[in-house]
Every structure is written in C-alpha cells, then in structure tokens.
C-alpha cells in the first residue's frame, strides 16, 4: 500500500495543525519579558484598603474581577509582595481552574500561587495572544500538560513552551479587532441578561406579595394553609419507570447520571415515588442560594422516579400551578419554613420538616384570576430573559466558529 502525504498550498503541517506558510509557531517564553506566578505564602490581610489580594478564581471574563469577598491587604504588604505588570500583562489561572484569564489595567493587586503573569513584548498583540491562549487548540495543550489529581496545577515550565500560531503584526491585530467586535456583543448581551433578570427579581418581589397589583385586582388577599392548595402524592413506582430524578436547586429535575455522572438510586426502584409532568417535589436538602431547600415542578419529562426523601405534592384547581412555580421560587415560603424546621435537624444536610407542619405553612395568596394574570406577566419575562440568553449562546458559538477559523489561519483576513 502506498502511503500519500497531504499536502495543502500555501500552508505548512504543524503538531497544532496546518497554519500559513508565513506564519510561525512560537513559544510564549518567546514572545514575553517574563512569565512568573504569584506569592505561595498567605499574605497579612486587613479589613479594608485599596490593595487587594487575588487568585486564579478572580479571572473571569477577561478582566479581574474584585469583589466585597476579595481579601485586602495593607500597602506595606503591597509593596512587599507586588510584581512589576504592565499595560502588555496577561493574567492565567494555573492551579484549580485552569486557564481562564484576564488583562492586567493598573489595579493595586498582589497575585497568589494560582495567578500567573505573561509580561508581552511589545512586538505582538497582546489581544491576540489572549485570543491564542483562549482558544480551544492551546487550552487543550494547556490540559494536557496539567499535573496533580486531587488539585490540578499547570506549571510556569509548560507555559513558557507551549507554542502559538503567530501571523505578522498587523494580520495579529486585524484578527483580534475582528475577536473584539464579538467579545463586546456578547459582553453587551451578557449585561442585558442580568439586567432582564434583575428586573423578573424586582417584579417578583411586588407582584407576589401584593406590594404591587395588576390593573383591575382589588381586594384583600386570603389567608390558607398550603394543604387547602395541595394534596401529597405518594404513588409507588410499581410500574418500575428507570427515569431516576434528582432535583438540583439550580436546575431543576435532572437525571442523577447527568447530576452525579452515575447512579445513585438503589437496584430495585418499586419502593420510589413515581410523579407524572405538571406535579411537584421539594427537596428538604439546603444548598447555596436556598436554606430551605427547592420546590420544583417536573416540566421536562413525562414520569420520573423520585427518593422517598422528597415530599411530593400536586397543585389543586383552588390554586394557578405556574403562580405556585413562581410564588416557590420566589422564596415565598422560606420564612416560615424557617419556623417550622426543627434545631438540629440539619444532619447530611437534610432539613428536619414534618409533613404535617409542611401542609400546615400559613400562605397568604390573591384569587385564581390574579394568580394567574401574575404568573403570565412572569412567564413573559422569562420569555424575554429566555430570547435574550439563546442570543447570547448563537454570539459565543459564532466567536467559537471565527477563533476556529482565524486563529488557525484557515480563514485570511485583508490587512
């Protein structure tokens, strides 16, 4: 058999791939005045200054990001500690997440252990080689190079030698001018999202407890208890469904291979409870952003089983089930789960809530007809938040698709 070697004009074979003929592959070391890390001891902190101590955990987005939770330190220890950056400084996170990064803007900082820094000459883009280093082609070099099991930790030696595609000056700064026009968008459509959800949060807040009503609802709202609105469902699995569910606070019903990248539940299933689309669950386990636990709704799937840790409950025709939706996530009930949740009760992360206190929650809801004018001015946020936030995913797919194509050089831009 005869063996045929590919050949591509005008682009030459590289372990990264083809790139141009004028193109050269070169080392970061290379193309810096240095690359080191930050200090591997632990600063002396105090509890305000300018200063500030930061991490690879603060790199997001291309910028560093400082917060009320971000340690400062005194200027005594600045100075001590600061490395010479500047305006061509790339910062890396090396040890934990690996390779997120950020541009270095004069903040007063001192790095960790798990920053690094890439000081660029002057000779090339520094937009450029951030594009390079955020590219999929070099964060799989970068992964491949990572050591450590437990905590990963990509070394100074690995950086310094891993090679980027190089194209001469202007066509560097071309590519990234044309990189930028989309981290902009998708920076401008990433603000509207958060505006869009700040705006739900703040309707959320008048709508569901009456601080705010609808245009032709008047009228006290009535006192129940959560019983008079549910009924608790508690139907075995007997017909032996495998669709095993867990319910995640931040996403919902999700199957425990996709939660857990395995399953959890026990062989034999009978003993589950088994819940049809459009019923509910709560899940007694607190977690970051609900101490009370989750309320959630089975929207996604037609039948799922369930742990018998779960409460599980449907709603009834005396209430608007996309209102309940909204009036859990709402953190309507969290005070006065907080009454009735047992000290103690806190073991494995479990909430201690009996059932008979949990259907006795005292609630405070408008009629049928309000509930459910409020839950359609809340659904078309969502709606709104939902458009806005698959726009934002085409933007990062198309800037995915163009680093592809131009940080490869498969696809020549005019200078």
């Keep these: 058999m005869i063996e045929t070697t590919e050949i591509k004009p005008g682009y030459k074979k590289t372990k990264l791939g083809w790139i141009p003929e ?24 105090v509890d305000n200054s300018n200063f500030h101590f930061i991490n690879g955990n603060n790199l997001k987005s291309k910028k560093i990001e400082i917060n009320k939770k971000t340690k400062c330190v005194s200027q005594l220890e600045y100075d001590k500690h600061k490395k010479l950056l500047n305006s061509m ?29 890439i000081n660029l000459k002057n000779t090339v883009s520094k937009n450029y080689v951030a594009g390079q280093i955020e590219s999929c082609h070099i964060q799989r070099v970068f992964q491949n190079s990572i050591t450590g099991s437990t905590i990963k930790n990509l070394s100074l030696g690995s950086i310094r ?21 989309w981290d902009k968008a998708i920076e401008t459509t990433q603000a509207l999202v958060h505006k869009l959800k700040l705006r739900k949060k703040g309707l959320m807040q008048q709508l569901l407890t009456g601080k705010k009503r609808l245009p032709g609802f008047k009228g006290e709202w009535e006192e ?25 606070a931040q996403r919902g019903f ?32 607190y977690s970051k952003g609900y101490p009370m636990g989750a309320f959630k709704r089975l929207d996604d799937f037609d ?57 006795g929650l005292k609630m405070t809801l408008p009629s049928t007809e309000e509930q459910t004018a409020i839950a359609q001015v809340l659904t078309k ?27 490869t050089g498969q696809r020549r831009v005019v200078v």
């Design 254 to 285: 999700i199957r425990q291979e996709d939660y857990f990248n395995k399953r959890v539940a026990s062989k034999t299933l009978s003993g589950y409870y088994l819940i049809d689309k459009g019923q509910f669950a709560y899940n007694k386990s």
């Design 22 to 45: 004028d193109w050269a592959l070169i080392p970061l070391s290379d193309l810096s005045d240095k690359i080191g890390d930050g200090m591997h001891s632990t600063p002396k902190y």
């Design 303 to 359: 039948k799922a089983v369930v742990t018998t840790l779960y409460i599980c409950f449907e709603i009834t025709e005396k209430a608007n089930s996309d209102f309940m939706v909204y009036y859990f996530e709402g953190g309507m009930l969290v005070r006065n789960l907080m009454k009735i949740a047992q000290e103690g009760g806190r073991a494995h992360g479990l909430l201690n809530i009996s059932l008979g206190d949990f259907f």
């Design 224 to 248: 129940c208890v959560f019983s008079d609105v549910s009924n608790r469902l508690t139907k075995k699995n007997t017909e032996l469904d495998d669709n095993v569910i867990t319910i995640s």
């Design 161 to 181: 030698k891993t090679k980027i595609p190089v194209p001469p000056l202007p066509e560097q700064k071309k590519i990234a001018d044309i990189l930028s026009t």
């Design 89 to 117: 400084t790339i910062l890396l996170s090396i040890n934990g997440t690996i390779g997120s990064l950020a541009f270095y803007n004069e903040e007063k900082i001192i790095l960790g252990k798990s920053a690094a820094y």
């Design 381 to 407: 946020a969502d709606e709104e938040i939902n458009r806005t936030q698959n726009y934002l995913e085409q933007l990062q797919e198309q800037k995915k698709g163009l680093m592809q194509q131009l940080l």
